[in-house]
C-alpha cells in the first residue's frame, strides 16, 4: 500500500509544478483538435477508459485505466497509468482475478524536434510488477524506451505518425517468462469536421524470445464534447501472431479531460 501512496505523492508535486508552469499562459485548444491523439504532443489530461480483450483460449480480459499525462514546460512530459484489471481465466492455484494491474509511468517525455508539421520525441517508460495476482500483471519490471513521430500530411490536418517501443523484463518473479520484444504502431488520425475524427492504428509486435511476428488493428472514433472533454469508442481485431499482446478482438470506451485549457474556446 505504501508504494501505491508514494506514486500518489510524486504525481500531486508534478501537478503542482505543471500548474505553476502554465498557470501564466494557459495552454490553448489546438485548431485541430485531432492532435490530441497525436502521440508526438504534450497536453496535461486525465482519461479514464475501459479495454475488453478476447483472446483466442477462450478466456477475456478487462481492465480500467486511470491515466495521467502531465505536461512540464515546452518540452517535457510524464505519465501514470493505474489500471483496475479483471482476467475470466481459470487458476488451479485459485489466484485472484480481480485488482490492481501493472502500474506504469514515463519518467520522462522529450521533444527533441518540432515544426509546423512535424514532431520527434524520446522518452523511457518503466512497467512496475504490482499486480495483485499472477493473473493481472507481467510478474515482470519493465523498462520500456520509446521514439516517437508525427507529420501533418495536408491542409485537412491529416496526422500520420509512428511509434517505437522496445520492451525488456529487467527483474521480477523468476518464474515467470522473460519479455524482451519491439511494439511497431503506425496511426493516421483524419479529421471529418472540428468535433468528430477517427484513428486507425497498426500494433506490430516482434517477440525476440519465442520467435514470431504478430498485429492487431484498432479503429477509433473521438469526439470533443468541448474543448476540455473529449469521449472515443474503439474496436480492434488480432490479424496474425501468438504473442501475448496479440487478443483475438478488443472493444474499448474512453474519455479524457484537458487541465489549464480555455473551455470557451470554440471549436
Known amino acids: 500500500m505504501n508504494r501505491y501512496l508514494i506514486l500518489i505523492l510524486i504525481l500531486a508535486h508534478l501537478v503542482k509544478t505543471s500548474n505553476a508552469q502554465t498557470s501564466s499562459e494557459t495552454i490553448k485548444a489546438e485548431s485541430q483538435t485531432a492532435s490530441a491523439d497525436d502521440p508526438s504532443k504534450f497536453f496535461t489530461r486525465i482519461e479514464l477508459f475501459n479495454e475488453l480483450q478476447h483472446h483466442d483460449e477462450g478466456f477475456y480480459i478487462n481492465q480500467t485505466i486511470l491515466r495521467t499525462n502531465i505536461k512540464i514546460g515546452k518540452r517535457l512530459t510524464t505519465r501514470f497509468d493505474i489500471p483496475y484489471v479483471y482476467n475470466s481465466k481459470e487458476s488451479t492455484e485459485g489466484y485472484k482475478k480481480a485488482g490492481i494491474g501493472d502500474i506504469s509511468f514515463r519518467l520522462l517525455g522529450y521533444r527533441i524536434y518540432e515544426s509546423p508539421k512535424s514532431a520527434l520525441t524520446l522518452s523511457v517508460e518503466f512497467s512496475l510488477n504490482t499486480a495483485e495476482s499472477p493473473l493481472l500483471g507481467t510478474g515482470k519490471n519493465l523498462v520500456i524506451p520509446m521514439i516517437t513521430y508525427s507529420k501533418i500530411l495536408n491542409e ?57 511476428l504478430s498485429l492487431n488493428i484498432k ?38 479531460f484537458f487541465l489549464f485549457r480555455k473551455p470557451r474556446t470554440a471549436l
Do not use: C, M
Open 156 to 212: 485537412k490536418k491529416t496526422i500520420l505518425a509512428f511509434t517505437f517501443q522496445q520492451v525488456n523484463s529487467i527483474s521480477g518473479d523468476e518464474n515467470r517468462n522473460q519479455l524482451n520484444y519491439s511494439k511497431i504502431q503506425a496511426i493516421l488520425l483524419l479529421p471529418h469536421t472540428k468535433k468528430i475524427w477517427t484513428a486507425f492504428s497498426t500494433d506490430w509486435f516482434a517477440d525476440y524470445e519465442n520467435g514470431g
Open 219 to 256: 479503429g477509433r472514433v473521438v469526439h470533443a464534447q468541448s474543448p476540455i472533454f473529449h469521449i472515443w469508442a474503439q474496436a480492434g481485431a488480432g490479424i496474425f501472431g501468438d504473442f501475448i499482446g496479440r487478443y483475438q478482438w478488443n472493444a474499448e470506451f474512453g474519455s479524457r
